[in-house]
């Protein structure tokens, strides 16, 4: 599977954004699906994750109430739209997949990234 994401751009605080991750090569339904964000000098982290099967998802506390996670089976592509952004959101986006396996979403091994998208936030 193929994943590559777009949308991220620079935005002033309190701004929203949308990013996209278009998905080739698998079927959304088979796969769990993530947003990780680096930031500068920082490691690499979980922002939002979620089972397609199950409907279920998890967001970091940062992000709780602001970034919704989605997906739109029709164009293969999931997407993160992101509300209210702080400088603290800057940093690098991923997307990333990994076949279902019947376990959560949030710290397991993803198998599948897609070129980062940058998100900077500053006024």
């Known amino acids: 599977v193929q994943l590559q994401a777009s949308g991220g751009g620079s935005v002033q605080p309190g701004g929203s954004l949308r990013l996209s991750c278009v998905v080739s090569?698998?079927?959304?339904?088979?796969?769990?699906w993530a947003w990780f964000r680096q930031a500068p000098g920082k490691g690499r982290e979980t922002i939002s994750c979620?089972?397609?099967?199950?409907?279920?998802?998890y967001y970091a506390d940062s992000v709780k109430g602001r970034f919704t996670i989605s997906r739109d089976n029709a164009k293969n592509s999931i997407y993160l739209q992101m509300n209210g952004l702080k400088p603290e959101d800057t940093g690098v986006y991923y997307c990333?997949?990994?076949?279902?396996?019947?376990?959560?979403?949030?710290?397991?091994?993803?198998?599948?990234w897609g070129r980062g998208t940058l998100v900077t936030v500053s006024s």
């Open positions: 990333a997949a990994v076949i279902e396996g019947g376990y959560g979403c949030y710290g397991v091994t993803y198998d599948y």
């Open positions: 979620m089972k397609s099967k199950r409907d279920w998802t």
């Open positions: 090569g698998g079927i959304l339904g088979d796969y769990v």
